[in-house]
């Protein structure tokens, strides 16, 4: 027996009574959402202290961690956000509440916005390009091999029928795994665009197979990868915002399926149905890749 434990029980018997005090705390005039969720908060957060034995010292270290993240986030950088990303958090909320608004069962899922999504991109037209390629940049060759053509349809997921003008807002990084925000060798806006969907409700563009990149770990959350032992890179993926009136938008990513992490996203977001295979295409000189990929939006209930 470990003689520094001498009179102490082996299994340490906590105060019984104290989650009940916290939660019989809550006043009769809370804020009727909170009074619901806080009981459950507390008891999860005490039973994980008493099951880990959590001490003064590891709770410290994490209230320095959260405060650290809130320090360093601001418009552009979003570090609370990012430590919820890298415990699947935020993929895990998206999820819960896409089904609870969900009004078919064969809408497109949902996937994380993520922190690079930009307001106002171009409004283009249906075969426009979004990539602004310069021959002087070190990625030249690899935008060349991985042009691709998009297209599909935008449809209700309750009538199956097109959508007429919708909106198809993409974004995503060049081949050097950055956004352009973060990247001053693109120009403005680059790999970004909007399309309306034509009368078959179809939207069609160039862009780039999309590349495997890593999240930003220089701060907590990369440290935290760290400690874990576990890599920040998330699977090639391009970002959709679908929209169109009477239909809840629907915030997306797809896939790319010859990703070596498409099976091990940093931040939890790949589901099955997002897992896209692009075909070779032939005869056009712009792309060398096609993707057909419909989106299936869900009613917007009044
Ligand atoms: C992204 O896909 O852009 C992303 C998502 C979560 C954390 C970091 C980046
Ligand atoms: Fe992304």
């Known amino acids: 027996m470990d003689p520094s434990s001498k009179g102490r029980p082996q299994t340490p018997q906590y105060d019984p009574t104290i989650t009940d005090k916290v939660i019989a705390a809550t006043g009769p005039n809370a804020h009727p959402r909170l009074a619901q969720v806080m009981p459950s908060l507390v008891r999860h957060l005490h039973d994980f202290a008493r099951e ?12 320095d961690m959260i405060n650290e993240c809130g320090k360093m986030s601001d418009d552009r950088r979003n570090e609370t ?7 699947g958090l935020e993929s895990l909320v998206d999820e819960i509440t896409s089904k609870m608004l969900a009004t078919s069962m064969s809408e497109t899922p949902s996937a994380i916005l993520g922190p690079f999504y930009r307001q106002d991109a171009p409004l283009l037209s249906n075969g426009d390009s979004i990539v602004n390629l310069s021959p002087s940049v070190s990625w030249y060759e690899q935008a060349i091999a991985d042009s691709a053509f998009l297209t599909g349809r935008v449809v209700s997921g309750r009538s199956g029928m097109p959508i007429k003008g919708a909106v198809v807002d993409v974004w995503h990084t060049a081949p050097n795994g950055l956004y352009e925000q973060q990247d001053e060798s693109q120009p403005d806006m680059n790999m970004r665009g909007r399309f309306a969907t034509d ?13 495997a990149y890593p999240i930003p770990d220089d701060g907590p959350a990369g440290r935290l990868l760290a400690m874990l032992d576990r890599h920040p890179y998330r699977p090639g993926h391009i970002h959709f915002i679908v929209s169109a009136s009477g239909f809840r938008t ?27 295979k692009f075909k070779p295409r032939d005869g056009d000189s712009k792309a060398l890749w096609t993707l057909e990929y419909d989106f299936v939006l869900g009613s917007q209930e009044i």
Do not use: H, M
Request: negative net charge; contains cysteine.
């Open 250 to 276: 629907l915030t997306t990513q797809v896939f790319d399926d010859r990703d070596e992490y498409i099976t091990n996203d940093s931040v939890f977001a790949v589901k099955d149905e997002l897992v896209v």
């Open 81 to 87: 956000q990012l430590l919820c990303d890298i415990i």
């Open 52 to 63: 880990v034995n959590l001490t003064v010292a590891e709770w410290t270290a994490a209230v």
């Open 199 to 211: 009368a078959d409700g179809r939207y069609s563009l160039y862009a780039l197979r999309p590349v």
